[in-house]
């Protein structure tokens, strides 16, 4: 069974420019998260999906980040404008149901200069 | 609120020593916690969890006991291997199963032969 994977590894992009993030969670999982780690400081919850629906999204910092799960399979985090702080590693987990073990993807890495 | 407050690294030793890594927590309700686990170039993976007071998990020779009289689950290991060199991060979850994840800063380990 392939494991969550998270497209690109690594982004460089500059301020003010636009990056997306993909996530494709373990088949058959319908829940799925993203979460983020901001140089040495803890990872912090951004959302929550279930399926297609957002079911918690109360880690957004701001409307410059927006997610989405198209038919309930993959998943995409839009970053836009993105700003310095916005810099750090994205990860993704998936999991079959909203109280089972949250299986982790290798994360993204963005760098914003 | 919901935190976990975890050991600062990074932590340096010898291989076949004793491993401990501090963690307390503070969350409403009747938490979940969890150490995960991320090896070099890897997502995140469950390493233990224990979901009630005084329970104990344990895998791959590391165990934590869940204190709630101490608030803490820290995470040890009799006798550590180069291949436990990872960074080792202590999560909660205050629904009775892994929904919003909290996380502490994490903990770089690496062992020395």
């Known amino acids: 069974e392939a494991g969550v994977t998270q497209f690109p590894s690594h982004s460089v992009i500059e301020k003010g420019q636009t990056v997306t993030l993909r996530c494709d969670p373990i088949?058959?999982?319908?829940?799925l998260y993203w979460y983020r780690r901001v140089m040495g400081k803890e990872i912090k919850f951004l959302l929550h999906f279930v399926k297609e629906s957002k079911q918690d999204e109360s880690g957004m910092p701001n409307n410059r980040f927006l997610a989405e799960r198209t038919g309930g399979t993959y998943s995409t985090l839009k970053v836009q404008p993105a700003e310095l702080e916005d810099s750090g590693v994205y990860f993704c987990?998936?999991?079959?149901?909203?109280?089972?073990?949250?299986?982790f993807g290798p994360g993204t890495r963005l760098t914003v200069l | 609120g919901d935190s976990v407050t975890q050991m600062e690294g990074p932590v340096t030793l010898s291989e076949e020593a004793f491993l401990t890594i501090n963690c307390t927590y503070t969350a409403t309700g009747y938490p979940s916690l969890f150490w995960y686990v991320q090896y070099p170039g890897e997502g995140l993976q469950l390493l233990l969890k224990a979901t009630k007071a005084d329970d104990k998990g344990s895998n791959k020779g590391f165990e934590a006991t869940y204190r709630k009289e101490t608030t803490s689950f820290h995470l040890e290991k009799g006798s550590v291997q180069v291949s436990d060199s990872a960074v080792y991060f202590c999560a909660l979850s205050v629904e009775s199963g892994a929904n919003n994840l909290f996380f502490g800063t994490g903990t770089r380990l690496t062992v020395i032969p």
């Open positions: 088949s058959g999982h319908d829940n």
């Open positions: 987990a998936s999991s079959r149901g909203g109280g089972d073990t949250q299986y």
